[in-house]
């Protein structure tokens, strides 16, 4: 168990959709980060936050946006869904800025049908 | 800028033999390099990690790596392969110093063993 927490763990919805996935970072952890997991593109890096503040930015789509709250939870906002979002989106944490040792939650599977 | 590339997506070796999976990577600046692990349906954990010091480094569950400048990569091995070692590996590398980097993924391996 890593200690970082996201919810839900499976989520079906459909095209057009707008979706929110939760991350709760490990206790102490100020970064936040945000990845997508699919076959045919690897692991790509989202976004980082760190202590509410954006750090660093990806490959990260206009139509999602992310957000790190005062208590260092995180949520990925997900709109107007499409086929080609169904992936594995992976939250990890790290205790600095620079991440060299992150540890990731369990996922979430998107399923846009 | 910073890369790397992992060679073969899949690798099978059998069980007691040795397990090498490679990784060779691209940065301007002097790089961290990591490996993590991802067993199936769970999050990447992290395997070893090469700062500074040492080149050959030991991480968890009897894998090392070792740093080589000169060729630019970072090979995982362990001498003797279990079952338990079925998953899939990511190389990573961050540039270092050079202002901030993001740490960036390699596309894995799957390694399956063969009993």
């Known amino acids: 168990d890593s200690g970082v927490t996201q919810t839900p763990k499976h989520l079906i919805t459909a095209t057009g959709q707008r979706v929110t996935l939760r991350c709760s970072p490990r206790s102490g952890d100020l970064s936040v980060y945000w990845y997508q997991q699919s076959l045919d593109q690897g692991l790509q890096f989202l976004i980082q936050y760190y202590n509410g503040e954006e750090r660093a930015k990806g490959n990260i789509l206009e139509r999602f946006s992310a957000q790190q709250f005062p208590d260092l939870h995180s949520e990925l906002n997900l709109s107007s869904l499409e086929l080609g979002d169904s992936a594995l989106y992976f939250c990890?944490?790290?205790?600095?800025?620079?991440?060299?040792?992150?540890?990731f939650g369990p996922g979430t599977r998107l399923t846009v049908t | 800028a910073q890369s790397v590339t992992q060679l073969g997506s899949h690798v099978s070796v059998s069980e007691g033999a040795l397990v090498l999976l490679r990784c060779n990577y691209s940065s301007s600046v002097p790089p961290y390099l990591f490996w993590y692990v991802q067993y199936p349906n769970q999050g990447l954990q992290l395997l070893l990690k090469y700062t500074t010091g040492a080149t050959l480094v030991k991480g968890i569950n009897g894998f090392e790596a070792e740093f080589k400048k000169s060729e630019t990569s970072f090979h995982l091995t362990k001498p003797s392969a279990h079952m338990s070692d079925a998953a899939e590996y990511f190389c990573a590398v961050r540039g270092h110093p050079g202002g901030y980097q993001k740490v960036t993924f390699g596309i894995g391996t799957k390694l399956q063993v063969i009993p």
């Open positions: 990890a944490s790290s205790a600095d800025r620079d991440g060299d040792e992150q540890y």
